[in-house]
């Protein structure tokens, strides 16, 4: 009896779940790996994705459609009309910015169905192409893999030398609306083939207002703590070198940034905010071209190391002020330290951070000289 009632219940429990009934093979599938929004010549939505094919008997391994629609969800219907089977975002790696859209207020809520949508995809990527999507998308050079992967891999090596910076879309739409920072997403560009240009800085509207290059990603990679991977530096000192092949600058030093310690303490003193900042490092240096007796103490190449890079700190900082923009995260010091003063910035931090002061000071010991004397 008892065996009875609990198979009865058994049967009450499994039944009401639909299980594979309705279920979708892989190869009746559109699975967008990437996914382009940009605005044509008319100010059209214009979205282009990228799929890979399933079926044994296609020559060409990846599917590419370009659409005009109202919305991102509007054009799934557009794109079930020219695939292979039904569209799906769950396996989204990469969602691509177009140069005209990014020049947009509000371009980000547009991509709402991504945050609504459960069976959507929260961590693809988000990224700026500095051009049309199309010319993207019609991008497939012989000696590459498909396009979406191409760019994952080109993006990961980019991310180990903090070249530039990952930004999913779970992290973007909460450095929307974050009060205390602003957003930041990878960037690339297409000459005759395709190259990260660093990152994309963007106001709280989502409109592209900067472009950080590589070294100045790695700075502010620095700032706000993301310290993993490599932060290697080339870099011009006034130190006497002699004369050098054709216009070789002889006076640079290349090293890498390691156990990078960033610390950084808010206040508000007359009216402003003030930010005091302390990064502390060592350094393995990997090439230097002019010379130097490493029998001697390396006070000196430290300090003016630590000078340049204090001066490249605070010529980005300036650039961001006048952008009006804080990918960094002061605001959010400025919450922690100062919190009376920061409830009434808040709402206009772009006005507080624009007058604010930063203090950037840079201490660095070199570890190593490499293995050659």
Request: glycine share 4%; with cysteine.
């Amino acid at each position: 009896m008892r065996r009875a009632v609990t198979i009865v219940i058994l049967l009450l429990v499994v039944l009401p779940l639909p299980g594979c009934a309705t279920y979708t093979t892989i190869e009746n599938m559109t699975l967008p790996l990437l996914i382009g929004l940009d605005l044509d010549e008319e100010g059209n939505l214009e979205l282009v994705l990228s799929s890979p094919v399933f079926s044994k008997e296609a020559e060409e391994k990846e599917e590419k459609f370009e659409v005009r629609s109202t919305t991102l969800r509007h054009s799934r219907e557009e794109f079930d009309k020219r695939g292979l089977g039904i569209t799906t975002s769950a396996k989204t790696q990469m969602i691509v910015i177009g140069k005209r859209l990014a020049a947009e207020e509000n371009w980000a809520a547009l991509l709402d169905s991504f945050y609504r949508d459960t069976r959507s995809t929260v961590s693809a990527r988000v990224v700026y192409f500095d051009g049309a999507v199309r010319d993207l998308i019609q991008f497939s050079p012989k000696d590459k893999p498909r396009l979406p992967l191409y760019l994952s891999r080109l993006v990961e090596t980019g991310l180990f030398r903090n070249e530039t910076t990952k930004t999913i879309i779970q992290e973007f739409h909460r450095h929307l609306h974050e009060k205390g920072m602003t957003p930041s997403i990878t960037s690339l560009r297409k000459d005759k083939e395709l190259a990260l240009t660093g990152t994309a800085l963007l106001d709280k509207s989502s409109r592209f207002k900067m472009l950080a290059n590589s070294d100045e990603t790695k700075l502010i990679n620095i700032l706000r703590k993301k310290t993993r991977g490599e932060f290697p530096f080339t870099l011009q000192l006034p130190m006497s070198a002699g004369k050098g092949p054709g216009n070789v600058d002889m006076k640079q030093v290349s090293f890498n940034l390691q156990r990078i310690k960033p610390k950084i303490h808010a206040r508000y003193a007359q009216g402003r905010f003030v930010f005091d900042v302390n990064v502390r490092s060592i350094i393995y240096v990997m090439e230097r071209l002019f010379p130097f007796d490493i029998m001697q103490p390396y006070d000196e190449l430290e300090q003016k190391i630590a000078a340049n890079l204090e001066q490249q700190f605070s010529s980005l900082i300036r650039k961001l002020q006048k952008a009006r923009i804080d990918p960094v995260g002061f605001g959010m010091y400025a919450r922690a330290y100062a919190y009376p003063h920061w409830k009434k910035a808040q709402n206009h931090w772009e006005d507080y951070f624009e007058d604010a002061i930063v203090n950037v000071k840079v201490n660095v010991k070199i570890i190593s000289m490499g293995v050659v004397k």
